[in-house]
Structure formats: C-alpha cells, structure tokens
C-alpha cells in the first residue's frame, strides 16, 4: 500500500524525517518496501511565453522557438509542435537537470543555438504525458519564475508499505496514522466529514435496501445524494489519488476511492436512475446467473471451484428488478456505472463476509482494491462515517449536493467484538517480561480497545475494526501481540533457555552423514536434482508405471515426482561432460516417490478439518551414484560398494548378479546387494544402460559407467540389513596359520556363497578373502578358478600341522558340497 | 516383361519379397537387401513404373494391389529390423556380461581423489550441529503433505486470503487441492505436537530441516524447490524472550560474533505473536550496501509463539503448555555466508562450483 507523508502529517504530527519514520514504521511491523520521493524541486526550470515560431532551413522536424522567461528574447530549437505564440510552457534553462540525470547544455543544430529546452510534462517527472509540450494556463504575469513554485508542487516522500494479513484496521492511511500516533504517543486528527441536509424527504421515501442473506452481508447502508455534477476533482483529490497509485477518474469515483484509501472502506456509487427501484439488496447468487463485469468480462455465478470446500457460493448486489448489479465487494457491473450525465447517486457502504470475498475473488480471479480491504475484514462499524467523508469531499466540487437524511442502513450477522481477559502476569507469561499495567492500558486504548481494569486482570474488548482479535485463549495471543507490537519488540529482553532433554541428532540424520561421508571420500561430488521432472524423462527408466502427478506445474518439465535419482545425477553428470569436466564422481542422496497404488502409500490425516484418512505416495530415500571417470565400470562400482558397505557396518551383504536390474541399468553387468540372511536388498549396483547414456549424454555411446544405487530406508533397518556384531574381538596372540586354495567351482556358485561357506566350515577359521577369480579354456565347461586366502588361528595355542591339515579338509568338504573342487 | 503378367504375379512375387525379409539373418543382411526390396531396383518400383500405361480402370484397380503390397513389405521389413536389433542388442549385452559376484575387489585399482559434499548438505549439517549443541533434537517430515498438515492444522483454514502467501503445488491425487508439496517445513510441527500428544512424550525441543516447494520461478534469490529448518519448543513456561534468545544464540554461533539479530512484527497464521527475524547484514556488516537497501540489516525468517488455535487442532492444552517455533532458508544462510549472487548456481551441479566447499 502506497502512502504519502504529506498525507500522514495531516493526520498525526510527524516531525521525524523519512527514514526515521521508515525505522519506526518497520518496527510496527507495517513493513516499508521501498521509499520513493517526488515532486522534488527542479532547478533552472521556468515560466515562459512563446514570442515567435521560425522554420530551420533544411529541417523539416524542429523548428525555431523564441520565448521570454522574463530576460528578453532566447532562442530554442523545439521538436513539438502542439503551441502556438502566445502559449506558456516550461523552459528548462541551461545548467537545469531533469530527471534521469538529464543535463541541459547550450547546443548547436542546423546552425542555430538552442539555449535550453522547451519541457513535456513527462520530461519534466509530472506525469506519463509525453505529447508535445506542457502548456501552462492562467501564468501570464508569472514569467521565468520557478516551474514548482508557479504549480505549487510539493515535494513528498510516498512509503510502501506491506500490510501484514492480520492487520485489516491497517488498510488504510488512518490505520497507519493511528498506529503511529499511539506509538508515538501523539494526537491522531480524523478527517472532516459531512452531515445529512435537512430536507423534507428521507432516505427512505425514495430508495430501499435489503439483505437476503445475512451470513454474507454483514450491514448494507444505502444513500442517497442529489445534485451530482460529474467532472473533475479538485486537485488535492487528484494528488491524493495518484500519490497512492489510483488514477484520477472522475469526481464520484475519485471521492469513493479517497475514502477507501483514508478510512479503508470501500463503497461503490451507482447512477440511482439505473437502478431499477432505488433498491440495493444483498443476497446469494443463483446457479446459471451472469453478470458482466465493469472490465468487461462475463462471470459466471454460484459455480464451484477447485478449492478445497469451496462451493461456489457468490454474494451479489441485486436492484428492485432482482437484475444483479455488481459482485458484492469485488467489483461492479456496467449497467449501472457512474456516467457523466448521471446526478444522482445510490452509494452503497457495507459489511460483506471476509472468507466469501476470498473465495470469490480467487475463482473469478479478480482482486481488486475493494476485494482485498473486504476479505481481510473492514470495520463493520465504519460505513456510516465514510458516507459522511464521502459527501464532504464530493460537496467541494458539487456545492448544490444535497444527501437524503436517514440513510437506510439494514443489518445481518456482524462478527462480536471479543472481550479478552488479561489476567495478572499473562503478559509476562507470553513475552517473559512484564509491562507496566498503565502502558498496557495506553498502548490498547490507543489503538481503539476498550480497557477494563478488574482486580487482577484487565478486561479487554476490541474495536470494531479489529477483525482479527479472537476469544479466549488466542484472543490474549492477539491482544499481547498488540501490546508488544506498539511496545517495540526491540525493546523486549532476550533470554537463553535450557532444558533437561540433551540435544541429539535422529538416526537416520546419523546414517545420511556417514553414507555421504564415505560417498565424499570415495570422491563423489554431490549434487542437488530435481525433485520435478517431465513424464518423458520419468519414461526413461520407468516406461508405463503409474506416477505421481502435479495438478498445477509451472511447465512440462516439473509435472511428475521423480521414482528414481537416476535420470537426474546422470544429466548432472552430463552437463558436467559438456563442459569437458566428466573425469568424476557424482551422486546424490534424495527422495524418491512412489504411487500410492504401487503399494507403500502412506496413510495420512488430511481433508477438511483432518477429518479423513488419504494414501500419500511412498517416499524413499536413495543414494545414487554415477561413477563417470575414465576407467570407471561395474568393477569400480562393486569395490566403490564394497568400501561403503564396510563403513556401515554391514554384517554380509552379497552381490548378488541378476538379468533383471530395472531400468536405467546394463541388463547383464548388475548386481542386486542382498542381505545373505534377510534377503533384503540394500540396491543395486552396476553400469548404467548404454541406450540411457546415449539419451542424456550425446556422443558418449561407448564409454562404460558405474553406478550404486542405496535404498537408505532399507540400509537403516537393522532388521533387514543386519549389522556386524557389536562385541569386539581381540585378535589371537599366537600366530596365524595362511592357506591359499584355488577352487575349481562351477559358475552357478556365487563366490561370496563360497566363501561363506568356507568362512563357516571350522571355528578355526579367522578370514576369508578371494583374491583371484580366473577362467580358462582349460578348465572344465561352466566352471571358474577362485583363488581364496585363508587366515587360521586359535585364541588359545598356536595350530599344529595336523590341526590345519584337519581344517584344510573340513574346507574342501565345504567347498564340495557346493561342487567345487580343488585345482 | 509386358504390364499384364507382372501384375499377374504380384501375389507371388510379394511372398517372394516377405520371405526374403525373414531370411535376413542379420542387420547387415537386411540392410543390402533393401534395395531388392523397396529401392529403385526393387520390383515395387518397377511395378509402379508400369502402372502408368495401363487404363484408368486398370490403374486404380493395380494401384491399390500395389499400395497393399507394399505396406506389407514395409511392415515385414519393420517387424525384422526390430527383431533382429533386439537380437543384436541381446548378443552384445551377453558377450559383455560380467558376473560381479566375481569382481575380486581387491585388484580394482581406481584413482584417488577427494570429492565434495553439497552446499546445502554442508550447511545443513552446520545448522544442526548449532541446534544440537543448544539442545534441539534433529527430526524429519515427508515432502508430500495433506492440506490439513501443510495449512489447516496450522490455522490456514481452506480459501484463507493467507494461503496467497504460499504458492503452492498440488499433487494430482484423491479430491482437489488436498495433498500438496509441503510449502514449508512447519507441517513437521503439526506432526510432532501430534505424536507428542499420542505417546504422552512433550515437552518439545526440536529442529526440521528438510526440502520444500514453491510455485514460483526461479531467479537469483528463490528457487521453487529449496530448504527450510523449522524450529519448535513446546514446554511449561518458555517465552518471547526465549525464543529471542535462541534466535541470538544461534545466529551468534552460525554467522559469528559480530552478527547479531533483531526482531519486528509480522503475520504468521500458526504463531501469534509472530515476528520476522533480521541479521546483521552479512556482505557489508551492518555498515549498509545494495545488498540489505542500506538498512544494514537482512531478513532471514519467521517466528513466534505457537498460536493457541494450533495447540487446539492438536490437542495441546494451552493453559499447561506454551511453545515457540521459527523457521529460516537453509539455501539463503548459504547463500549469505558464501555470497552467493545467483542461488541457481546451487542447482547448476558444476563440478567446479561443488569442490569449492568441503
């Protein structure tokens, strides 16, 4: 909301400078967005009269002007050609800055001196008018005195200022005037208002109101004025207007919207001889009903809308004929406009139903100055008073008006102002501090509460305009809120807590640390990709399944939650590639959707007032990692695994090779990473699919790619991928015995299977680890050579040669059993 | 050849052609028959060649053999390409199959080279490490939230004008507008006090940092997708003053000592009161700059006391209890403390750009 200094002074005395008054404003949470300063005086700009017109010879565009800024003749060269000798216009002298910076120098065009600059008003910062020259009126004896002086243009500062959603009382230049004022502690002035003339007729002799519904109109006052001459404002109006942001429209719309602007009341004036009836009544809209709005577009009423709950209900402004007029406090229809033969006027102030405002105005998408006082909430008191400001100000140009006594004003359901309890220490109780009982009391009853003071607590009831302002319990929040608001909250203590709880991080915080922490050095580079992607990439690894869909994406690209990181670490990598920096590491830990119908939705509390149970997608946390250096494949992936899984503390995890990897994956060199007991699967591992490095990295068709791809909420499941035992082992203090077996086995038998069982074939045994796996054409068909070393020992006494040799066959039986034999 | 007997074997020369495609035995194979089979040496071609010297009875009669004959052609010829692709595809994968049960990790030489962590997860980290030290336990909430969590339960009811503070996302499921992307992370407020309430454990002291969305377009100071870390106490008796205190406190332990905090008034539906929270400014420290409009001061979040209405909707007596909540940009501290102009560098995962923070 734009307002104007000048505008404040007359309300509150404010002798603080702009940015004072900025520190103070921000501090009453009524939030200055930008300062914006005009009318500035400008230097060397001047009255002058056009004493002569000359052509240029060769130039057809600019001619000669001579005029006299009260010096004697000066000559100008001039490219406007809307005056005449005789005019009056701006001159800017040489030496004078316009705005833009724009310097005026002596200059030489066609052979002649130009001695300045003939003004347009927008040149000149006045206005957006940028046709021809500003011509200046009623300035005959008045030449080369200063332009701002002769126009009387005062320089002012204009604040935007954000009003906060709670704040309806603030929509407004008094709201702002009166929070200044208490803070302050100074006066606050109200505006001069009119009072109805004494006629023989009432109000109600010619026009009548009426609410139908009185859940969405809260008060309807309908009057009557007489004597309208439409036409301009006086310019004080006008000022007042623009300096807010408003265009100047006429005299009736201009007092409306200065009324709305000073007191935030909106009210809207319709031409009484189009009103069929002299009747204004409130009620809800029917279903097939349709009313064309003053911008021209039709709007079709009572029909529901998207939002949750919102069932279409419409409050409109019906005449005698029970034709609909206008969108009740939105916007009004066109029939009925104030035109400028109209004289006399039906001015409608009311109170309408803020949430049935906010619902109107989001489906019909129209928010207009009145939509946006209204659905916050405006004084429901207010109406009387801002018709009285309304005829006072519309009486300076109209001297004959004459406004129908009584008023009609007809009432439905008003929201009470609550009363609050304060009881003694609840302030001290909310901000910790507490506060002097008599500035409590000023600081309310400053901002229009009414106080009561009990014997230990204060009564507390609120203005009418403070919407706002709750019972009971949320009520005192509100009411404290105020007081320490005007208070200022800097001026309140802080306070260091403590508590017995210790501070901890959850455990799943705990496991994402060290798997980046490994991932990190393991050299990934982490990357952050997003969450929405296109229902052609989601395509790229998951073809047909059933996704989760955004309603409402700003583009294609963001339509879908993502069911893989995949896709996205892989483009990051890409991009990576493209910029001749592939030779890396990349990987990414995040969440990944699933359809509820997929299975794993999660049911969750949701609809109105959380009253049903709804399935969220299932959402899952994920390592991905794309190993993209040079000599990077399924290999490094496994050993890249392999390091990782011992870092967790993973009890036995086995590689587990499979033809059916999903998507995005090389369908014969992955593996699934299987929990030997639970048979859980922790992810997959392995090289990214050929035809998907080709989709997303053009020209890098035959460079292999490792991936690892960790499902976290698996991994942090001790139930389903086991942990090693937690008791430590102390190493034996006799020595080792080493033995190396290379097996002959068959290649149904998975190496991490065999070496399990050679693990498990004798308590003497300390190690296992493969060494060597070899294949050869002269071994037997089906078979592979696997080369393990074997680490015995014993806690107790140093292994004699017939104990290994015991051993050594206790091994080859359980490496028989799996039909592996001895090379 | 005349016009009428090689109209005549049309019939049998197509199955010529048909089963000249599924002799094809590889892509090469496929590939020099074309010609014989659609080229200009083809009889297709020939046979169309003709058709211009029969009578226009004749012509429309042949034209649409031909039309026929060659859409079976080119079907077959299809069908084989992708047959003999897949198989193609299949040998190659089968010749380049590598059991990695038998990878023997230990001869796997790769090499060495420290990557990088996030920015957001390094700050993150940092964030929580803060909050830890303070006392706040570490916890988490979904990204998909229903309307109830994300604004109802936190005094946002349905068509609310506060809900214009929110852009939100709706994610297509069940009624409209009733499950979203969390906007905020202060839905994991909601979800707390909840399970508190359930399982008789307040009081509160916790912190929620997580991953929220925003229908916004990106620019150099928001992104639609970003990070928040939301704040809740709810105990017997902490107060305004309290919640100013940890404000200072972290921002102190986070920004550095001569980075301090101060608050002003605001609205937030689910607080009350409510404030903003400003730090000294972190590019010109306090003295005034383009970054912080000469004020000298940058706003970084919200916060306030848990407003009553909340506490109802999750069943917290509030004449027992009393809490405070605050929320900030993850990304945005990041972003202050490493001057960062354009947040979309963030998301632009250039190597270079992530192996500048460890």
Same mark, same amino acid.
């Given at each position: 909301?734009?307002?104007?200094?000048?505008?404040?002074?007359?309300?509150?005395?404010?002798?603080?400078?702009?940015?004072?008054?900025?520190?103070?404003?921000?501090?009453?949470?009524?939030?200055?967005?930008?300062?914006?300063?005009?009318?500035?005086?400008?230097?060397?700009?001047?009255?002058?009269?056009?004493?002569?017109?000359?052509?240029?010879?060769?130039?057809?565009?600019?001619?000669?002007?001579?005029?006299?800024?009260?010096?004697?003749?000066?000559?100008?060269?001039?490219?406007?050609?809307?005056?005449?000798?005789?005019?009056?216009?701006?001159?800017?002298?040489?030496?004078?800055?316009?705005?833009?910076?724009?310097?005026?120098?002596?200059?030489?065009?066609?052979?002649?001196?130009?001695?300045?600059?003939?003004?347009?008003?927008?040149?000149?910062?006045?206005?957006?008018?940028?046709?021809?020259?500003?011509?200046?009126?009623?300035?005959?004896?008045?030449?080369?005195?200063?332009?701002?002086?002769?126009?009387?243009?005062?320089?002012?500062?204009?604040?935007?200022?954000?009003?906060?959603?709670?704040?309806?009382?603030?929509?407004?230049?008094?709201?702002?005037?009166?929070?200044?004022?208490?803070?302050?502690?100074?006066?606050?002035?109200?505006?001069?208002?009119?009072?109805?003339?004494?006629?023989?007729?009432?109000?109600?002799?010619?026009?009548?109101?009426?609410?139908?519904?009185?859940?969405?109109?809260?008060?309807?006052?309908?009057?009557?004025?007489?004597?309208?001459?439409?036409?301009?404002?006086?310019?004080?109006?006008?000022?007042?207007?623009?300096?807010?942001?408003?265009?100047?429209?006429?005299?009736?719309?201009?007092?409306?919207?200065?009324?709305?602007?000073?007191?935030?009341?909106?009210?809207?004036?319709?031409?009484?001889?189009?009103?069929?009836?002299?009747?204004?009544?409130?009620?809800?809209?029917?279903?097939?009903?349709?009313?064309?709005?003053?911008?021209?577009?039709?709007?079709?009423?009572?029909?529901?809308?998207?939002?949750?709950?919102?069932?279409?209900?419409?409050?409109?402004?019906?005449?005698?004929?029970?034709?609909?007029?206008?969108?009740?406090?939105?916007?009004?229809?066109?029939?009925?406009?104030?035109?400028?033969?109209?004289?006399?006027?039906?001015?409608?102030?009311?109170?309408?139903?803020?949430?049935?405002?906010?619902?109107?105005?989001?489906?019909?998408?129209?928010?207009?100055?009145?939509?946006?006082?209204?659905?916050?909430?405006?004084?429901?008191?207010?109406?009387?008073?801002?018709?009285?400001?309304?005829?006072?100000?519309?009486?300076?140009?109209?001297?004959?008006?004459?406004?129908?006594?009584?008023?009609?004003?007809?009432?439905?359901?008003?929201?009470?102002?609550?009363?609050?309890?304060?009881?003694?220490?609840?302030?001290?109780?909310?901000?910790?501090?507490?506060?002097?009982?008599?500035?409590?009391?000023?600081?309310?009853?400053?901002?229009?509460?009414?106080?009561?003071?009990?014997?230990?607590?204060?009564?507390?009831?609120?203005?009418?305009?403070?919407?706002?302002?709750?019972?009971?319990?949320?009520?005192?929040?509100?009411?404290?809120?105020?007081?320490?608001?005007?208070?200022?909250?800097?001026?309140?203590?802080?306070?260091?807590?403590?508590?017995?709880?210790?501070?901890?991080?959850?455990?799943?915080?705990?496991?994402?640390?060290?798997?980046?922490?490994?991932?990190?050095?393991?050299?990934?580079?982490?990357?952050?990709?997003?969450?929405?992607?296109?229902?052609?990439?989601?395509?790229?690894?998951?073809?047909?399944?059933?996704?989760?869909?955004?309603?409402?994406?700003?583009?294609?690209?963001?339509?879908?939650?993502?069911?893989?990181?995949?896709?996205?670490?892989?483009?990051?990598?890409?991009?990576?590639?493209?910029?001749?920096?592939?030779?890396?590491?990349?990987?990414?830990?995040?969440?990944?959707?699933?359809?509820?119908?997929?299975?794993?939705?999660?049911?969750?509390?949701?609809?109105?007032?959380?009253?049903?149970?709804?399935?969220?997608?299932?959402?899952?946390?994920?390592?991905?990692?794309?190993?993209?250096?040079?000599?990077?494949?399924?290999?490094?992936?496994?050993?890249?695994?392999?390091?990782?899984?011992?870092?967790?503390?993973?009890?036995?995890?086995?590689?587990?090779?499979?033809?059916?990897?999903?998507?995005?994956?090389?369908?014969?060199?992955?593996?699934?990473?299987?929990?030997?007991?639970?048979?859980?699967?922790?992810?997959?591992?392995?090289?990214?699919?050929?035809?998907?490095?080709?989709?997303?990295?053009?020209?890098?068709?035959?460079?292999?790619?490792?991936?690892?791809?960790?499902?976290?909420?698996?991994?942090?499941?001790?139930?389903?991928?086991?942990?090693?035992?937690?008791?430590?082992?102390?190493?034996?203090?006799?020595?080792?015995?080493?033995?190396?077996?290379?097996?002959?086995?068959?290649?149904?038998?998975?190496?991490?299977?065999?070496?399990?069982?050679?693990?498990?074939?004798?308590?003497?045994?300390?190690?296992?680890?493969?060494?060597?796996?070899?294949?050869?054409?002269?071994?037997?068909?089906?078979?592979?050579?696997?080369?393990?070393?074997?680490?015995?020992?014993?806690?107790?006494?140093?292994?004699?040669?017939?104990?290994?040799?015991?051993?050594?066959?206790?091994?080859?039986?359980?490496?028989?059993?799996?039909?592996?034999?001895?090379? | 050849?005349?016009?009428?007997?090689?109209?005549?074997?049309?019939?049998?020369?197509?199955?010529?052609?048909?089963?000249?495609?599924?002799?094809?035995?590889?892509?090469?194979?496929?590939?020099?028959?074309?010609? +014989? !089979?659609?080229?200009?040496?083809?009889?297709?071609? &020939?046979? %169309?060649?003709? @058709?211009?010297?029969? *009578?226009?009875?004749? #012509?429309?009669?042949?034209?649409?053999?031909?039309?026929?004959?060659?859409?079976?052609?080119?079907?077959?010829?299809?069908?084989?390409?992708? +047959? !003999?692709?897949?198989?193609?595809?299949?040998?190659? &994968?089968? %010749?380049?199959? @590598?059991?990695?049960? *038998?990878?023997?990790? #230990?001869?796997?030489?790769?090499?060495?080279?420290?990557?990088?962590?996030?920015?957001?997860?390094?700050?993150?980290?940092?964030?929580?490490? +803060?909050?830890?030290?303070?006392?706040?336990?570490?916890?988490?909430?979904?990204?998909?939230?229903?309307?109830?969590?994300?604004?109802?339960?936190?005094?946002?009811?349905?068509?609310?004008?506060?809900?214009?503070?929110?852009?939100?996302?709706?994610?297509?499921?069940?009624?409209?507008?009733?499950?979203?992307?969390?906007?905020?992370?202060?839905?994991?407020?909601?979800?707390?006090?909840?399970?508190?309430?359930?399982?008789?454990?307040?009081?509160?002291?916790?912190?929620?940092?997580?991953?929220?969305?925003?229908?916004?377009?990106?620019?150099?100071?928001?992104?639609?997708?970003?990070?928040?870390?939301?704040?809740?106490?709810?105990?017997?008796?902490?107060?305004?003053?309290?919640?100013?205190?940890?404000?200072?406190?972290?921002?102190?332990?986070?920004?550095?000592?001569?980075?301090?905090?101060?608050?002003?008034?605001?609205?937030?539906?689910?607080?009350?009161?409510?404030?903003?929270?400003?730090?000294?400014?972190?590019?010109?420290?306090?003295?005034?700059?383009?970054?912080?409009?000469?004020?000298?001061?940058?706003?970084?979040?919200?916060?306030?006391?848990?407003?009553?209405?909340?506490?109802?909707?999750?069943?917290?007596?509030?004449?027992?209890?009393?809490?405070?909540?605050?929320?900030?940009?993850?990304?945005?501290?990041?972003?202050?403390?490493?001057?960062?102009?354009?947040?979309?560098?963030?998301?632009?995962?250039?190597?270079?750009?992530?192996?500048?923070?460890?």
């Amino acid at each position: 909301m734009r307002v104007a200094l000048s505008w404040l002074r007359e309300l509150v005395d404010i002798p603080e400078s702009a940015d004072e008054l900025r520190e103070i404003l921000d501090d009453l949470g009524l939030v200055v967005e930008a300062i914006e300063r005009v009318g500035e005086p400008l230097e060397e700009v001047v009255v002058a009269r056009v004493d002569e017109i000359r052509p240029i010879a060769g130039a057809d565009r600019i001619r000669l002007v001579v005029v006299d800024a009260g010096s004697g003749p000066l000559e100008i060269v001039c490219g406007a050609t809307n005056f005449d000798v005789g005019d009056h216009v701006p001159l800017a002298r040489v030496g004078a800055v316009l705005p833009g910076d724009v310097v005026i120098s002596r200059r030489q065009m066609r052979g002649v001196t130009s001695n300045g600059m003939l003004c347009s008003s927008r040149e000149l910062g006045l206005s957006d008018d940028a046709e021809g020259l500003m011509l200046l009126e009623g300035v005959q004896d008045r030449l080369g005195e200063p332009l701002h002086e002769v126009l009387e243009i005062a320089s002012d500062v204009i604040f935007d200022i954000s009003i906060e959603g709670n704040r309806p009382d603030a929509w407004s230049v008094m709201g702002v005037a009166r929070d200044l004022a208490t803070r302050l502690n100074r006066t606050l002035r109200s505006p001069r208002v009119a009072t109805t003339h004494s006629t023989t007729m009432t109000t109600a002799d010619v026009a009548s109101a009426g609410i139908d519904d009185p859940y969405l109109c809260g008060r309807l006052v309908v009057s009557v004025v007489r004597g309208v001459h439409v036409g301009p404002s006086p310019v004080w109006v006008t000022r007042r207007l623009e300096s807010a942001g408003l265009r100047p429209i006429s005299n009736v719309v201009d007092a409306s919207n200065l009324v709305m602007l000073e007191m935030g009341q909106p009210t809207h004036p319709y031409d009484a001889s189009r009103v069929a009836g002299r009747t204004l009544r409130a009620r809800r809209a029917r279903p097939q009903e349709r009313l064309i709005t003053l911008d021209g577009v039709t709007r079709d009423l009572a029909r529901a809308g998207r939002g949750l709950g919102d069932t279409g209900v419409d409050c409109v402004i019906v005449d005698g004929e029970d034709t609909v007029l206008g969108l009740a406090g939105i916007m009004g229809g066109a029939a009925s406009e104030i035109t400028a033969d109209t004289t006399e006027i039906l001015l409608e102030a009311a109170y309408f139903d803020p949430m049935t405002i906010a619902r109107s105005s989001k489906r019909h998408g129209l928010r207009t100055e009145a939509s946006v006082r209204f659905e916050r909430g405006v004084d429901p008191e207010l109406a009387p008073r801002a018709v009285a400001r309304f005829v006072a100000i519309l009486r300076e140009s109209c001297p004959d008006l004459e406004w129908l006594s009584d008023p009609v004003d007809v009432r439905g359901m008003v929201p009470t102002p609550p009363t609050v309890e304060l009881r003694r220490g609840d302030v001290e109780r909310i901000l910790g501090v507490s506060l002097d009982r008599d500035e409590v009391t000023r600081l309310l009853e400053g901002l229009g509460f009414s106080v009561t003071a009990g014997s230990t607590s204060l009564f507390v009831t609120a203005p009418s305009a403070r919407l706002d302002v709750r019972h009971g319990a949320a009520g005192r929040a509100d009411v404290v809120e105020e007081v320490a608001r005007l208070h200022g909250y800097r001026r309140l203590a802080r306070r260091a807590p403590s508590w017995a709880e210790p501070g901890a991080l959850n455990s799943r915080t705990r496991l994402r640390r060290r798997v980046r922490d490994v991932a990190v050095d393991l050299g990934m580079y982490e990357v952050w990709t997003p969450t929405l992607v296109s229902d052609d990439e989601f395509d790229l690894v998951a073809r047909g399944d059933e996704r989760v869909r955004i309603t409402n994406p700003l583009a294609s690209g963001d339509s879908t939650l993502r069911a893989t990181l995949l896709t996205g670490v892989v483009r990051a990598w890409a991009r990576n590639v493209e910029r001749g920096l592939g030779d890396v590491i990349v990987g990414e830990i995040g969440t990944v959707f699933t359809h509820p119908s997929r299975g794993g939705g999660r049911p969750t509390r949701g609809g109105v007032a959380g009253a049903t149970t709804l399935s969220l997608p299932g959402e899952h946390e994920r390592l991905t990692v794309v190993l993209g250096r040079v000599h990077d494949d399924a290999a490094t992936a496994v050993a890249w695994w392999s390091v990782m899984a011992d870092r967790l503390g993973l009890a036995d995890v086995v590689v587990r090779s499979s033809d059916d990897m999903g998507g995005g994956l090389h369908p014969t060199r992955g593996a699934q990473l299987v929990d030997r007991t639970t048979g859980a699967v922790l992810g997959r591992v392995g090289e990214v699919e050929a035809e998907l490095v080709a989709a997303l990295v053009p020209g890098l068709r035959e460079r292999r790619v490792g991936v690892l791809d960790l499902d976290l909420d698996v991994i942090a499941d001790p139930a389903r991928a086991r942990r090693r035992d937690n008791d430590a082992t102390v190493p034996s203090r006799y020595p080792s015995a080493l033995l190396d077996l290379a097996l002959v086995t068959p290649q149904s038998v998975h190496v991490q299977d065999l070496a399990w069982a050679l693990r498990t074939a004798s308590p003497l045994v300390e190690s296992v680890h493969v060494f060597d796996v070899f294949r050869s054409e002269n071994l037997p068909e089906g078979t592979r050579s696997v080369a393990f070393a074997i680490r015995l020992g014993s806690s107790e006494r140093t292994l004699s040669d017939d104990e290994i040799r015991l051993v050594r066959e206790s091994l080859l039986a359980s490496a028989a059993s799996l039909g592996a034999t001895l090379r | 050849m005349t016009t009428s007997s090689s109209f005549d074997d049309l019939a049998e020369r197509s199955r010529e052609l048909l089963a000249l495609i599924e002799s094809a035995g590889s892509l090469d194979e496929l590939r020099q028959s074309e010609p +014989v !089979l659609i080229g200009k040496r083809s009889p297709l071609a &020939a046979w %169309q060649k003709s @058709l211009g010297s029969l *009578d226009a009875a004749q #012509r429309a009669e042949a034209g649409a053999r031909l039309q026929d004959v060659r859409r079976q052609v080119q079907t077959a010829l299809a069908h084989r390409r992708e +047959v !003999l692709e897949r198989r193609a595809r299949d040998e190659r &994968a089968a %010749q380049d199959r @590598l059991d990695l049960g *038998d990878v023997v990790v #230990r001869s796997v030489s790769a090499p060495l080279r420290a990557g990088h962590p996030g920015l957001v997860a390094t700050t993150q980290r940092e964030l929580e490490d +803060v909050f830890v030290a303070m006392g706040f336990t570490v916890v988490e909430g979904p990204e998909v939230e229903t309307d109830w969590y994300n604004f109802e339960a936190l005094n946002i009811p349905p068509a609310h004008p506060a809900r214009g503070m929110w852009d939100t996302f709706y994610v297509d499921l069940g009624e409209p507008e009733t499950v979203v992307l969390r906007t905020h992370t202060s839905p994991t407020q909601v979800h707390l006090m909840e399970a508190a309430v359930a399982e008789g454990t307040l009081p509160i002291h916790a912190v929620a940092p997580g991953r929220c969305f925003r229908r916004d377009t990106p620019d150099a100071r928001h992104l639609a997708v970003f990070h928040q870390i939301e704040g809740l106490v709810v105990d017997r008796d902490v107060t305004f003053a309290d919640m100013a205190g940890v404000i200072e406190t972290f921002t102190r332990a986070y920004f550095g000592p001569d980075i301090t905090s101060r608050l002003r008034p605001a609205y937030f539906p689910f607080t009350e009161p409510s404030a903003e929270f400003e730090i000294t400014c972190t590019i010109c420290r306090g003295a005034g700059c383009r970054t912080c409009s000469s004020t000298g001061w940058i706003e970084l979040g919200g916060c306030g006391m848990v407003d009553p209405a909340v506490f109802e909707a999750v069943g917290i007596d509030v004449e027992h209890w009393q809490g405070f909540a605050f929320g900030f940009g993850i990304d945005r501290c990041a972003q202050m403390r490493f001057g960062i102009a354009d947040m979309r560098a963030l998301v632009e995962n250039d190597v270079r750009f992530v192996g500048q923070f460890s």
